[in-house]
């Protein structure tokens, strides 16, 4: 049984006239329209129209209430963070890109978006019962009376899909037709661990942390499926089954209250110290060898896009398709 049939996805196609999958809009060589389809000034126009966007929601919402004043009200910044995303998303791919409906967004694919967070929980709970078993973690109790809804909002449905949308939708999407795959990965990884380095409790260990186990792990996901459902299903599992119920401090966000009273003993390289079960070596190794592995898996399956260098040489008849990490 193949991971495909496993999953129950289909397998990416890489298209004869571009070398590039369907995630990414059709550009014949040589280019007619090539100002129009650079990565370069689709990305920038993501991110002007994200800047765009958080303005107009805010100044809506200060018009409504007669106040530009945002301290203590934690909703706002929030909501306009996920609103600006999502226009930002849906303008590039369906104006500038003219797709029709996104491939990796596509509402028949929903089903995704559970079984990314199946995967989620399944891969938290894998780490955690690893430092069970090395004594580094232990349920001393329960909380009932911990109110889950701001932690669900903020770190789950806003984080999963604004910073999916932004990383694997935007900038890993946008690089791959230069980079290539493996280049993406390498980029889009660091600049999702260096998007934490800002939090109140960071480390740059913890950011290097993120970016292994997570920005590759979620960069071979989407290169596997194509599909941003399964991202946004895995980051919000991820992100709530750490912390809302085994009781981890999210990428250092400070203390975190959840479902389960948790205690965490040892050195830090178990721990994660105040950055959180992402700076434990344990997530990083099992984690980031499992992306690296699945991202092998795709190469040797041939799905994984080839430098622009690599596939313009293809396309003029002077090299070899199979994209190759080394160049």
Not at 58 to 87: C, K, M, Q, T
Not at 112 to 134: D, Q, T, W
Request: proline share 5%; with cysteine; charged share 15%.
């Amino acid at each position: 049984m193949s991971l495909f049939t496993l999953i129950g996805e289909s397998v990416p196609t890489i298209r004869s006239s571009d070398l590039l999958t369907e995630d990414h809009p059709e550009k014949p060589y040589p280019d007619p329209f090539r100002t129009r389809h650079s990565a370069w000034l689709r990305g920038g126009a993501f991110i002007l129209l994200v800047i765009g966007g958080v303005i107009v929601f805010v100044s809506v919402h200060a018009a409504i209430v007669g106040s530009f004043d945002l301290r203590g009200n934690y909703i706002v910044p929030l909501l306009a963070e996920l609103f600006a995303v999502v226009v930002a998303f849906l303008v590039v791919t369906m104006v500038t890109e003219t797709r029709v409906w996104p491939l990796e967004i596509e509402p028949r694919r929903f089903l995704g978006l559970f079984k990314g967070m199946a995967l989620g929980v399944i891969l938290v709970s894998l780490c955690i019962g690893v430092l069970a078993l090395l004594g580094v973690y232990r349920v001393t109790g329960t909380n009932p009376n911990y109110n889950p809804w701001l932690d669900i909002l903020s770190m789950g449905v806003v984080a999963a899909v604004a910073e999916e949308l932004a990383m694997r939708g935007g900038l890993f999407r946008l690089s791959e037709e230069g980079l290539g795959t493996w280049g993406a990965t390498i980029l889009s990884g660091l600049v999702f661990g260096m998007m934490h380095i800002a939090n109140p409790e960071a480390t740059l260990w913890g950011a290097m942390a993120i970016a292994i186990e997570a920005g590759i792990l979620f960069a071979a996901i989407y290169a596997i499926t194509r599909s941003l459902w399964w991202c946004i299903g895995l980051h919000f599992a991820w992100n709530i089954t750490q912390g809302a119920v085994f009781g981890s401090i999210v990428s250092g966000t400070g203390d975190q209250q959840s479902w389960l009273v948790s205690q965490w003993t040892g050195p830090e390289i178990l721990t994660g110290g105040r950055f959180g079960l992402e700076a434990s070596i344990v997530p990083v190794i099992l984690l980031g060898g499992l992306g690296i592995g699945l991202l092998i898996y795709a190469q040797r399956k041939g799905i994984m896009v080839a430098p622009i260098w690599a596939r313009k040489k293809v396309l003029t008849g002077q090299g070899d398709p199979t994209p190759d990490p080394a160049t």
